[in-house]
């Protein structure tokens, strides 16, 4: 790069400074989405083939799921949940696609896959859709596609009711609002080995209510792959 193409670039980086999501320090220019420091520091969960996880356990009798793991651990204040904002609140798709990606990388050999293994993010209400203008699911099932080459199936499962936030219900709460909220596609699901894919587990009502539709339709499996997971165990 010449003189006028690096003064034009440390021009651009003054006027629209680009902020790291995680830490908001100024990010070099070959720092994509996040800098290496937050990188490094991402709260990751032990994941190991065989082993039942944490959240698997959790979600036992409720949603018996074949695996289920988290990449990170999510808590107020937090790292994670600093970058789970700045995909769904600040628009920050790449973000939602390099962590799904990174998230692929760390499970490379650590989850089954079979041939009829398709991922499913867990879908939004169209009204929702509209207004934020991506899935932040689908973005991270792209990014563990990339990484395990896994497909994504993006039209197997609908949601047909759109709710306000729950985030401050109880786990009961939720589950009686949203029990029947999504709808499966028995072409899409049908004898297949379903990974969903959702950005963050809380009380596991989202995960339960999509499993409840998917045996409906006769599924092989169900497994959950989500970027965080609340709670003390986590920690």
């Not at 720092?31 to 039942?52: F, H, M, N, Y």
């Amino acid at each position: 790069m010449n003189i006028i193409g690096r003064s034009i670039l440390g021009f651009r980086q003054f006027v629209f400074p680009r902020n790291c999501p995680g830490c908001q320090r100024s990010m070099m220019k070959w720092e994509a989405t996040l800098c290496r420091i937050c990188w490094s520091k991402l709260p990751v969960t032990e994941i190991q083939k065989g082993k039942d996880s944490l959240l698997q356990a959790r979600l036992s009798g409720r949603a018996n799921l074949f695996q289920a793991h988290a990449m990170m651990r999510f808590y107020q204040g937090g790292l994670a949940q600093k970058l789970l904002h700045a995909i769904k609140y600040q628009g920050k798709k790449r973000l939602a696609t390099d962590l799904g990606k990174k998230f692929g990388e760390i499970l490379n050999g650590q989850i089954e896959i079979t041939s009829s293994s398709i991922l499913v993010p867990v879908p939004l209400h169209p009204f929702k859709l509209q207004i934020r203008g991506f899935n932040q699911s689908e973005k991270i099932a792209e990014g563990i596609s990339e990484s395990l080459g896994i497909p994504v199936s993006v039209h197997a499962m609908e949601r047909i009711k759109f709710h306000v936030s729950q985030t401050k219900k109880g786990k009961e709460a939720r589950w009686e609002e949203i029990k029947n909220d999504f709808v499966a596609k028995s072409e899409e699901v049908r004898h297949r080995d379903i990974i969903l894919v959702d950005d963050v587990c809380t009380s596991g009502a989202t995960i339960e209510a999509c499993a409840k539709a998917l045996l409906e339709k006769g599924v092989k499996s169900i497994s959950l792959l989500t970027l965080a997971v609340a709670g003390e165990n986590y920690q």
